[in-house]
């Protein structure tokens, strides 16, 4: 990320939420310290879903999901930060009494306003919008239903890093959090490559309601060459799914060699084959 982008605090928050009251809640705008001009940002709410198995953001599109959107009002929507300072945009949410019970998703956007720019000579370079992400549970009936359809460990890769995938499903009426453990080992000498100090092989993904998500994880700083344990395990809806493999690191480099070779010594055992038949019939003859 460029060092002149602003950025926002938190990137979600999460809110239980009970029709007929009133909550707080607030975000952080931040203009960087190497930055060189104030930022005129503009804030605004907007629906938030997912669409497709990959999780694109839908900032655009209403559901029964993203009626929250509505509920939300924004303290100071627009306004400037210095560099190296910093700016709490407040907000509070009002549940309607008749607010339907489940999850309810809405984003607060911020980007660059773009009429205070022009009126009062504040430049903002790289301008682009980030968001923040609401996640709403409205007391009531939540409906938690959904499974782990795929855990897959590859058996061979290529050249590393190694890529683990998952789909879930979650046909519930609230979004759901899933836990996954990854643990790697050398095969061959018991080296323990995942967890370590740094990364502890573990990291959360939230399973929006009606959605299938598939989730992918690449596994890296493994041998070029070898043979690798890898388990991955799934905490999901109360149920844990687990799949381990020996994973076989193989380069295509590896494998040319490894033909040639075969080839080679193919060709020697030909060749001894043949001079043993030629100097047999010369002897016989």
Not at 33 to 49: L, M, Q
Not at 91 to 109: C, D, K, L, R, S
Not at 131 to 137: E, K, N, P, R, V
Not at 226 to 251: A, D, L, R
Request: charged letters at 20%; a negative charge.
């Amino acid at each position: 990320m460029d060092s002149n982008m602003f950025t926002i605090l938190p990137m979600s928050q999460r809110f239980s939420l009970k029709p007929g009251e009133t909550y707080e809640g607030s975000i952080t705008v931040v203009n960087p310290v190497d930055a060189t001009e104030d930022f005129a940002y503009k804030a605004s709410i907007v629906p938030y879903g997912v669409s497709g198995e990959d999780y694109q953001a839908d900032l655009v599109t209403d559901s029964d999901h993203t009626m929250v959107a509505k509920w939300i009002k924004l303290e100071e929507p627009t306004g400037k930060v210095k560099p190296n300072e910093s700016k709490k945009i407040n907000f509070t949410i009002t549940v309607p009494e008749n607010a339907p019970a489940g999850g309810q998703y809405a984003a607060i956007t911020v980007t660059s306003d773009n009429d205070a720019k022009d009126g009062d000579g504040v430049t903002v370079q790289n301008v682009f919008e980030i968001a923040s992400i609401i996640y709403g549970t409205v007391a009531g009936e939540t409906k938690h239903e959904g499974k782990v359809e795929e855990n897959n460990v590859p058996g061979f890769v290529v050249n590393p890093p190694v890529k683990l995938t998952a789909k879930l499903t979650n046909s519930g009426n609230v979004h759901a959090d899933a836990t996954f453990v990854i643990t790697v080992s050398d095969f061959f000498t018991g080296h323990v490559i995942l967890p370590t100090e740094e990364n502890d092989g573990e990291y959360n993904e939230i399973i929006m309601p009606d959605t299938t998500r598939v989730v992918e994880r690449e596994i890296n700083n493994l041998p070029a060459l070898g043979v690798v344990k890898v388990n991955q395990t799934i905490y999901y809806n109360g149920e844990m799914s687990t799949v381990e493999k020996n994973v076989i690191i193989c380069p295509i480099w590896f494998m040319i060699l490894v033909a040639v070779t075969l080839c080679a010594i193919i060709g020697v055992i030909v060749h001894i084959v043949k001079k043993h038949r030629k100097n047999k019939k010369q002897i016989d003859a």
